[in-house]
């Protein structure tokens, strides 16, 4: 019988808030001087007292909404996780356990244990014979979701992932860029001949979606090679080498028992339903579309390819500007263009300078009438697009003068059109375009033609 996959996962994603968790200091971890964004507070000074962040909280609670979960309106609390790393000033760690914000719901699929909030660490780095530590991200609001273990293949993983950085996008609740750190996954891998759970292995910290699928098969491989060899699998936690694409083990995995959970005292009961901005009503009104809805209204459009629609969906800046677009252009035909401009030139130009800045949504409105009324050209459109300036339409006099050269130099082609030829016109539009470089507009230019021939 062939081994069965289980997987469950452990995200972790920095909030993006003005303030940390649980004090005042600017909730930016990019802070370049190190030891900045500090304050007695997030660096665990004698008598101080942590003050629960209002907006962390309000995030977390979109979250729970959009994926459809219960939210925590009878009660709710911080623990605090005891346990001592260098980059965890307070020696334990603010945390949720018994009763978490957010329980239940479902994302691509994939059943949700929990949502809970808690502070992030600080940043360790280590040089030769020293570790220096860089509390600018410690205590910066950490949300971290769990996956029922329902997960049976390492592409399921990395898609779920991929929808979890798109929601966090679309609500604005982070970034999650992966390489920076800012959402981080963690891999609980079991493999077994039946029904029943293996013995569960943890890989963590994994920074980018090709290493979630690469290390989930990995691991995978590697415990089926084990237990066929008459080895046993080990419960511990193993870290990722992305240069020798393998597991290694750093320690043996801890129990929640180990943590020694206990409610903390210096924070007060959660009590959500006393909060009228956390209303169920107040919450899902404030959802914008999210990713799913968009995928389903992008495709009753008619005109969008698949790779069109994940591409829109994929990107919220383009997907942003497209839907402000299709508020203002009611022409099927022109928002069938705009979709064009936007996937192509607009894409293709920021791919090539990340500062490029994208076009009004009033200017690509207007570029795009502009070339469905034939008054501008391709050439001069797409040059609009990455300029930001309209290019004027080529003057009646100066079609007319193109029109009357490509008809004067081609005889023998005219008296095929009149004979009844219609690519002979398409031949004369063409050299007209030559004549132009590119900057006549096609239709246009054959009705010029047209007029002189008649």
Not at 84 to 113: C, M, N, R, W
Not at 134 to 156: F, K, Q
Not at 394 to 405: R, V
Request: net charge negative; hydrophobic share 40%; glycine share 6%.
């Amino acid at each position: 019988m062939a081994y069965r996959l289980t997987v469950g996962l452990e995200v972790h994603a920095e909030l993006k808030t003005a303030t940390k968790m649980f004090c005042g200091c600017v909730n930016n971890p990019d802070e370049k001087a190190p030891n900045t964004n500090v304050c007695a507070v997030c660096l665990a000074h004698p008598g101080t007292l942590p003050v629960i962040n209002r907006e962390a909280v309000h995030k977390v609670l979109q979250m729970g909404t959009a994926i459809g979960a219960k939210l925590a309106y009878e009660f709710s609390e911080f623990d605090r996780k005891n346990y001592f790393y260098p980059d965890i000033p307070k020696g334990y760690q603010i945390s949720q356990y018994q009763y978490p914000l957010v329980v239940g719901g479902e994302l691509a699929g994939v059943a949700i244990t929990r949502i809970h909030l808690e502070e992030d660490t600080a940043r360790s780095q280590h040089q030769g014979d020293k570790s220096l530590v860089d509390y600018n991200r410690a205590g910066v609001p950490l949300m971290e979701l769990v996956t029922e273990p329902v997960i049976h293949d390492a592409a399921s993983a990395g898609r779920f992932a991929k929808e979890l950085q798109l929601l966090l996008r679309y609500l604005g609740a982070g970034e999650a860029n992966m390489e920076k750190g800012e959402m981080r996954v963690e891999a609980n891998i079991s493999v077994s001949k039946d029904d029943t759970f293996g013995t569960k292995v943890e890989v963590k910290n994994l920074n980018s979606f090709r290493s979630v699928e690469r290390a989930i098969q990995y691991e995978f491989d590697r415990q089926v090679k084990l237990i066929e060899e008459g080895g046993t699998v080990v419960q511990e936690t193993r870290g990722w080498d992305e240069a020798k694409q393998q597991t290694f083990s750093q320690r043996k995995k801890e129990s929640s028992h180990d943590y020694r959970y206990f409610p903390d005292p210096d924070l007060p009961k959660l009590l959500l339903a006393e909060v009228s901005a956390f209303s169920p009503g107040t919450l899902k009104a404030e959802l914008p579309e999210l990713p799913w809805q968009k995928r389903d209204r992008l495709a009753k459009l008619g005109f969008l390819q698949a790779q069109d629609i994940e591409q829109l969906v994929g990107d919220v800046e383009l997907s942003t500007l497209f839907a402000e677009v299709e508020k203002k252009l009611t022409n099927p035909e022109a928002l069938k263009v705009a979709a064009n401009f936007i996937l192509n030139d607009i894409a293709g130009q920021r791919k090539k300078d990340a500062a490029w800045a994208l076009p009004s949504v009033e200017f690509l409105c207007e570029v795009t009438n502009q070339f469905v009324s034939g008054a501008i050209a391709s050439p001069q459109a797409k040059q609009a697009i990455v300029t930001g300036k309209m290019v004027a339409a080529m003057e009646t006099g100066a079609l007319t003068a193109i029109a009357q050269k490509v008809t004067d130099a081609n005889p023998s082609v005219v008296a095929d059109y009149k004979a009844g030829k219609e690519a002979a016109m398409q031949f004369l539009v063409g050299q007209g375009m030559r004549e132009s470089k590119g900057s006549a507009n096609p239709n246009a230019l054959r009705q010029a033609i047209e007029k002189i021939l008649a």
